[in-house]
């Protein structure tokens, strides 16, 4: 589904580096989100985001941060990464009904 | 916390047979539960929901099933094909914001 994408694709960095992954749509969607998946334990929620004006900390928040430059375009950042911090990481959008989530293509982080 | 568990976390059947993946969540105001499959090395995609209004829903050889009383829901697969191999995850919400996965469970298919 083109109309989530992400960048990078895949990306390895050293502990204590920021790093920022990049998600943009073309869905239209006000809502966005940024999960984290690793292996066993399913997709957690990072941040989400209503609209532009609007951001949310998700359950696994700290050691991340986010910015919503526009309607279309939500990005993740590590400040200072970390070993545990490699995963996984997904952005998504929905409709107002905040049902169907369209998830992106994922972001493959290591952090050695 | 809100909780969403996953049984089980590895499935393998036959093909031909059939495969049921259970969730239980604890969240008792959660009204949407969705399923979703992830191909190896590909994103989650949406393959089937239900509302808390109805007791189950079918699509073809998927379908879903939910007891609000017990607090758990179910995703039943029959004649299962090669392509049912994925790793399929559960998930509640009650709002756009309270949406929580479960585990994943890896559903093999063995010909």
């Known amino acids: 589904d083109a109309d989530v994408t992400q960048t990078p694709r895949n990306r390895i960095t050293k502990t204590g580096k920021r790093i920022m992954l990049e998600c943009s749509q073309t869905?239209?969607?006000?809502?966005m989100y940024w999960y984290r998946q690793d292996p066993g334990l399913g997709l957690r929620l990072i941040y989400y985001?209503?609209?532009?004006?609007?951001?949310n900390k998700g359950e696994i928040s700290d050691g991340y941060s986010v910015s919503r430059q526009a309607q279309a375009k939500f990005s993740l950042s590590l400040e200072s990464a970390i070993p545990n911090q490699t995963a996984l990481y997904f952005c998504?959008?929905?409709?107002?009904?905040?049902?169907?989530?369209?998830f992106g293509p994922g972001t493959r982080l290591t952090v050695t | 916390g809100e909780n969403v568990e996953q049984h089980p976390s590895t499935l393998s059947v036959q093909e031909g047979d059939s495969a049921v993946i259970k969730c239980t969540y604890s969240?008792?105001?959660?009204?949407?539960f969705p399923w979703y499959k992830q191909e190896l090395g590909k994103r989650p995609q949406l393959i089937i929901d239900?509302?808390?209004?109805?007791g189950e829903k079918k699509d073809q050889r998927i379908a879903v099933t939910l007891n609000k009383t017990a607090k758990h829901f179910s995703l039943h697969i029959t004649e299962t094909q090669p392509e049912d191999s994925a790793v399929y995850f559960c998930?509640?919400?009650?709002?756009?914001?309270?949406?929580?996965f479960g585990s994943g469970t890896r559903l093999s298919i063995r010909p």
């Open positions: 998504a959008t929905s409709d107002p009904t905040g049902s169907e989530q369209y």
């Open positions: 869905k239209g969607h006000d809502r």
């Open positions: 985001s209503f609209d532009v004006k609007d951001i």
């Open positions: 969240d008792s105001a959660s009204n949407y």
């Open positions: 239900i509302r808390s209004n109805v």
């Open positions: 998930a509640a919400s009650w709002s756009a914001s309270k949406i929580i």
